[in-house]
T-cell receptor, first 110, second 116 residues
């Protein structure tokens, strides 16, 4: 079982829909990082959070440390949001380690 | 975003040839990382560096070597490329490392490497 699991793996939505991407992890962490990767593109940092909630524009990220779960929400989705969203955790066990999920591929249709 | 340049961006080569990928940063960050990205896997760490001439292995280091002779450059070398090394390679940098430093890693645009 992967230490960081994302769901769903693939998601297709209509423009304007509210989208939720989930990330669950099984290790102790000090922070969680949400990243975005457009097709054929580089990887861009969205949020790093260790508690509570962060918001930037139409993106909201939340984390529940006790439940070992984080969500990334996109409000009023747009075709330009189509990308792979990657969850990564900074593990506190052993040597410092960034552990990545396999990503959620989002496609937003106009 | 962070000043990270990977070169080349695309490369096609043949099995058995040596390949060197370059990562150049303008942020003066101490830590640099090489990852590979393959379908069905999260990003996997190949090697990382914690200073000039200081490097360590990651989880998938077999078949790869690295060098860092200057703060700004981190090279990844495939001494004798194999088809299993066909992948997208990402370089990342961070200011600090440590479980509670909570320093994000910043990524380059990737190098798409095909080995035929």
């Amino acid at each position: 079982k992967n230490e960081v699991e994302q769901s769903p793996q693939n998601l297709t939505a209509q423009e304007g829909e509210f989208i939720t991407i989930n990330c669950s992890y099984s290790v102790g962490i000090s922070a969680l990082h949400w990243l975005q990767q457009h097709p054929g593109g580089g990887i861009v940092s969205l949020f790093m959070l260790s508690s509570g909630k962060k918001k930037h524009g139409r993106l909201i990220a939340t984390i529940n440390i006790q439940e070992k779960h984080s969500s990334l929400h996109i409000t009023a989705s747009h075709p330009r949001d189509s990308a792979v969203y990657i969850c990564a955790v900074i593990s506190t066990s052993g040597t410092y380690k960034y552990i990545f999920g396999t990503g959620t591929r989002l496609k937003v249709l106009a | 975003d962070a000043g990270i340049t990977q070169s080349p961006r695309h490369k096609v080569t043949e099995t058995g040839t040596p390949v060197t990928l370059r990562c150049h940063q303008t942020e003066n960050h101490r830590y640099m990382y090489w990852y590979r990205q393959d379908p069905g896997h999260g990003l996997r760490l190949i090697h990382y560096s914690y200073g000039v001439k200081d490097t360590d292995k990651g989880e998938v280091s077999d078949g790869y070597s690295v060098s860092r002779s200057k703060t700004e450059d981190f090279l990844l070398t495939l001494e004798s490329a194999t088809s299993s090394q066909t992948s997208v390679y990402f370089c990342a940098i961070s200011e600090r490392q440590g479980a509670y430093s909570n320093q994000p890693q910043h990524f380059g645009d990737g190098t798409r490497l095909s080995i035929l």
